[in-house]
């Protein structure tokens, strides 16, 4: 076991974990921000998806001692009203069914408009077809990214 | 045709019920009327003895609408409280669902499975609305003076035009909640409808994409601990030994339990217990036959000429329908094991306590939950709670409820509240799968190239009937046998979205589809000359309704301008599943060498259509589903292990591999039907039947992608 300082969603956060815990069980079962999911273990299904100094990360294979000063951001820091663009298109959409991969989804795609903020369906394919959702909302996720990347941000994103 | 039952004592299933904290509580039972007895259900202040649901109107005009029925992604919950609210005239901006409970053993239908919660509760809903309408507005005439009759209704308000006088719900419900119930209410003419029909999106948006804690493996409780099951890999195997000296001795572990063929590990954290289970030490030996894909084959080639079939239909004489006949067609088409997959892994709560046992969690029978749970530990139902949480996916993988009694055994022996979590490697190894099915079909033509004898036999491993004897195209052949054979193995298997039809309707499709090639027939009009014949010359039962599948094969045909299009080539599939219809064109052109679906056209006939936001949803997620599997879909086994055990084995569909869906509906104002499924069954033919156009090869066999001409 080990403590380690972490700066998530804006605030420093102590953990005493095993050095080898995936930062997702550090969220989900010290932190209790449970909006990241599990859904592989294994980098295939994106449902774990946050940020690392804004950029994408798959947090269920990364060591929770290899995060180090990294400012990591979770979909329960993506903004403070849960209004950014994307969460007022998912929305807006009608994107969710079952929900389980969604912030996943929102969290490639924040990170995909960060970088790229009018992207084209196939820009948009390309980013996110790591992300899987079972349910097959796939055409309404596109659709969203689509409509949040015509809509300026309300809100600074983290 | 409908097998739908609607108890017509209305007046049994509502009543009004005094709400300490004023306001309007209008209790409505799904069940049956004579079933009253049943204990009270919630909120816990109030007596509701009798009912399971509830419409309650409190004085600052929020209406809560309780909705039994476990939430998976069908958005049953936004469409239950549309159908109140729609009835009640609410204000949908002051609507609040709440995920109800499991009420009790007599419970009618707490449960997501085969398409069924709208078109079971339909009218109870439309009455419960309605009634609470009715209350609200005598509430209104008598504190105005004036006859109820003057009195409308608008969005939480009730009107009196003549004199003005206008009051809303919240200050009325008091009054209101001191009326007897009516004993019959008028329900809304459809045309009235301000909500049913519309695109009303999902009530949980704003908690799902804010990553609120609604699922079940976000669940959490103090003092809890987390466990995860070592069970055997490969299906018919037990325990010989187990060694978990390592495990133990972990950090955060706080015990290893050995119980039936399951090692837990269970610990402080997921982490702690998934890396402690790496280093137990079990040995297994076989206690039943270790099967492999390659065996499948071989018994599936055996029991095709089995002798013992179980006949499931037969019209006429076959035998002497094929001695005569000018030519037979016969195939066979195959379809592998399959895993539910859903994205959120099977997990579940369990405290069992002296006085009683708790129960959290994903299921989609919590009803059947909780019997095992009371037969295995001898605590009787009425001891026993499950509240259930927003499934991460269902699918029908949480009909079976193994996760939820292994959970309950586990902290039954342990004697502490526990989460038990399983990994997708467990989930994905641990059973429950589509059956691996294969199908014969032949067909005897006349000289005129009519049919005249048909038979099917389907060959299943633990599938029971992969038949659907009374569906089309029976009751349109003269003679007509359909049978089948049974394989029992140790691999479990269950209903998988849309059970049986999923892989029957694909294989039956594609084969009408080369009866008509071979005939010289179009495909569509085959169709519709066999429905002709049923409707003129009915053989035997007939499940399905003639003129509603007739009718979307016309509407789908024509969206899609079948046959017209030069640029593609079109498929053709048409199913009835469950209650409902659904007819798809698919459009396939060629692209590097290689059949690409661009589009498919669906028009489906579910009856009234409820959210139009959430049907499309259903419809392309369905056809997603369905193509996805289809194509890329295969669990197969070596010595009775599944050889894919993750994502990175097993290919589910990805975004950039889908195509354009348009999909549409027949809205006939027939009572509703039920969605959840029917739109998948006909994918898998309306692919094959266009990439047979397209390349003249027909694939039989799933997943597409092994097969010609993906794969030569
Ligand atoms: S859980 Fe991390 S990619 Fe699937
Ligand atoms: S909405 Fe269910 S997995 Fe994507």
Redesign the pocket.
């Known amino acids: 076991m080990a403590v380690f300082n972490l700066h998530v969603n804006g605030k420093e956060q102590k953990v005493d974990v095993a050095e080898d815990t995936p930062l997702l069980w550090v969220l989900r079962d010290h932190l209790r921000l449970v909006g990241t999911k599990f859904g592989c273990g294994v980098g295939q299904c994106g449902a774990c998806t946050v940020h690392m100094d804004g950029a994408p990360l798959r947090s269920c294979l990364m060591p929770v001692n290899a995060v180090g000063n990294a400012k990591i951001t979770t979909i329960e820091g993506l903004s403070e009203k849960g209004d950014h663009p994307l969460q007022k298109a998912w929305d807006e959409v009608d994107v ?7 912030s996943g989804q929102i969290m490639t795609a924040a990170a995909l408009l960060k970088r790229t903020p009018r992207p084209t369906m196939e820009e948009i394919q390309n980013t996110m077809h790591g992300n899987l ?3 097959g ?1 796939y055409h309404r996720i596109r659709e969203a990214v689509k409509v949040a990347s015509t809509k300026t941000p309300t809100t600074k994103t983290k | 045709m409908s097998n739908i039952r609607f108890n017509n004592s209305r007046r049994a299933f509502l009543k009004n019920i005094s709400l300490s904290s004023g306001g309007l509580l209008l209790g409505f039972s799904f069940m049956d009327a004579e079933a009253s007895d049943m204990p009270a259900l919630m909120p816990k202040d109030v007596d509701v003895a009798g009912f399971n649901s509830y419409i309650s109107i409190a004085n600052d005009g929020i209406v809560s609408v309780f909705s039994p029925n476990p939430e998976l ?1 069908q958005n049953i919950r936004t469409s239950f409280a549309m159908v109140v609210c729609d009835e009640l005239d609410a204000d949908w901006n002051k609507v609040k669902v709440i995920q109800a409970p499991l009420d009790t053993t007599k419970f009618d239908r707490q449960l997501t499975g085969g398409s069924g919660a709208i078109p079971h509760s339909w009218k109870r809903l439309r009455n419960a609305g309605a009634t609470a309408r009715y209350l609200l507005v005598a509430a209104a005439a008598a504190k105005w003076n004036v006859p109820a009759s003057e009195c409308t209704t608008e969005n939480g308000y009730v009107l009196h035009k003549a004199s003005g006088k206008k009051a809303g719900y919240g200050e009325l419900a008091t009054a209101a909640s001191k009326i007897t119930v009516p004993g019959e209410v008028k329900l809304k003419d459809p045309k009235d409808f301000k909500l049913i029909g519309k695109p009303i999106r999902n009530v949980e948006n704003q908690n799902i994409v804010t990553g609120k804690p609604l699922f079940g493996l976000d669940f959490y409780r103090d003092g809890m601990v987390y466990a995860t099951i070592q069970r055997p890999p490969a299906f018919g195997q037990k325990i010989k030994s187990v060694n978990a000296d390592e495990a133990k001795s972990m950090p955060g572990i706080i015990d290893v339990v050995t119980f039936k063929n399951n090692v837990a590990v269970v610990g402080r954290s997921t982490w702690d217990v998934l890396k402690a289970k790496k280093t137990l030490v079990v040995e297994y030996e076989a206690e039943k036959t270790l099967e492999s894909s390659a065996d499948h084959a071989q018994i599936f080639s055996k029991l095709m000429e089995s002798t013992d079939a179980k006949v499931r239909r037969k019209d006429g004489d076959v035998e002497a329908a094929f001695k005569n006949a000018a030519k037979v067609i016969k195939t066979e088409y195959e379809c592998p094991f399959v895993p539910h997959n859903p ?1 959120e892994p099977m997990n579940f709560f369990a405290h069992v306590r002296e006085d009683g046992i708790e129960l959290v969690g994903p299921t989609q029978t919590p009803g059947a939950a909780r019997k095992a749970v009371s037969d295995l530990l001898k605590v009787p139902e009425d001891k026993i709670t499950v509240d259930i949480t927003r499934l ?2 269902g699918f029908g993988r949480r009909l079976k409820f193994d996760y939820v009694v292994e959970a309950a055994e586990l902290s039954s022996i342990i004697k502490k509240p526990v989460k038990v979590i399983w990994t997708r490697e467990d989930d994905m190894g641990g059973g429950s799968y589509r059956p691996a099915v294969r199908y014969r079909f032949e067909a005897a033509l006349d000289a005129n190239n009519e049919i005249i004898g048909y038979k099917c036999r389907g060959v299943g491993i633990n599938v029971e009937n992969p038949m659907r004897q009374d569906n089309f195209p029976s009751g349109s052949i003269d003679n007509l046998l359909i049978d089948s054979v049974e394989h029992q193995s140790p691999i479990t298997t269950g209903a998988w979205r849309a059970p049986v039809t999923n892989f029957l309707a694909f294989a039956e499709q594609s084969f009408l589809d080369e009866i008509a090639l071979a005939t010289g027939k179009d495909p569509v009009q085959m169709r519709l000359d066999l429905l002709k014949r049923a409707k003129e010359k009915p053989v035997g039962p007939i499940r399905y309704d003639i003129d509603r599948m007739a009718t979307v094969i016309k509407t789908v045909a024509e969206k899609a301008q079948w046959g017209k299009k030069k640029d593609v080539f079109q498929g053709f599939s048409v199913y009835f599943s469950h209650a409902s219809y659904v007819g798809q064109v698919c459009e396939v052109v060629m692209k590097d060498g290689k059949p690409k679906v661009q589009k498919i056209y669906a028009v489906s006939d579910c009856g009234v259509v409820i959210n139009s936001s959430g049907a499309l949803q259903q419809v392309m997620g369905g056809i997603t589903d369905g193509y996805g599997t289809a194509m890329f879909g295969k669990l197969s086994f070596r010595n009775g292990e599944p050889e894919q055990k993750n994502f990175d084995r097993y290919r589910l569909i990805r975004m950039n591999e889908i195509f354009d869906i348009d999909a549409s509906f027949v809205n006939n104002g027939i009572d509703p039907t039920g969605l959840g499924e029917p739109a998948l069954p006909p994918t898998g033919g309306a692919v094959a039947n266009a990439i047979f156009k397209a390349t003249g090869v027909r694939i039989k066999k799933q997943p597409f992608i092994d097969q010609a001409p993906f794969k030569s």
């Open positions: 969710p069914q079952c929900g389980y991969c969604q959702c079972r349910c909302a | 992604g994205l991460g996916g």
